[in-house]
């Protein structure tokens, strides 16, 4: 499971005072990489899950944030950012992992696809923009106060991956599709 609430707020309280610094924005997108990567987990599926945030992108697209005087415009940014290093992270779930309990038609036998369900990624990332407005968008005053790791755990918590592969009934009647729709991240 991906690190609770009271983490998040420590991994972000750490971040030196920084508004822009390059140093606090990596310091952030390795935050936000401790909180997920090898710890997110799929409800509705059971066994092992390999999940990488792909903090590079994240970063590279806070550096590209441009300071602006728009109260929304930079929380859709920031929002924006988030989903395009979300997009550009890998979530592996091997064969062997079972939809429910294990049984040879619930059993994944070959994983052919898991993918973030677009309109999760919507909702998170509008949800994270509106936490963003809500607390004025000043990301130090976010972070001293604690709001801006809870808001961005939410966010992830918010978006659902499919998975499409091949159950684990033998030939000759299978192995037969077998799909795992929107599945939330834990």
Do not use: C
């Not at 992992?97 to 049984?103: E, K, Q, R, T």
């Amino acid at each position: 499971m991906i690190d609770p609430e009271s983490a998040w707020i420590d991994h972000v309280n750490k971040l030196p005072p920084s508004k822009v610094a390059p140093a606090a924005l990596q310091k952030l997108a390795d935050a936000v990489d401790t909180g997920v990567s090898n710890k997110a987990e799929l409800q509705g599926i059971v066994g092992t899950f390999a999940f990488t945030f792909n903090k590079a992108v994240f970063y590279a697209s806070l550096q590209a944030l441009v300071p602006t005087a728009d109260p929304a415009s930079g929380p859709a940014s920031f929002a924006s950012a988030w989903g395009q290093a979300l997009m550009a992270s890998i979530m592996v779930v091997p064969p062997g992992n079972s939809v429910g309990p294990a049984s040879p038609p619930t059993t994944f036998s070959v994983v052919a696809s898991t993918l973030i369900d677009p309109a999760s990624l919507t909702l998170a990332q509008t949800y994270l923009q509106g936490q963003l407005v809500k607390a004025g968008a000043n990301p130090v005053k976010m972070a001293e106060d604690g709001l801006i790791g809870p808001a961005i755990r939410q966010a992830f918590l918010k978006v659902t991956f499919s998975i499409i592969g091949l159950n684990s009934v033998s030939p000759p009647a299978g192995p037969l599709p077998l799909l795992a729709p929107m599945n939330p991240v834990a």
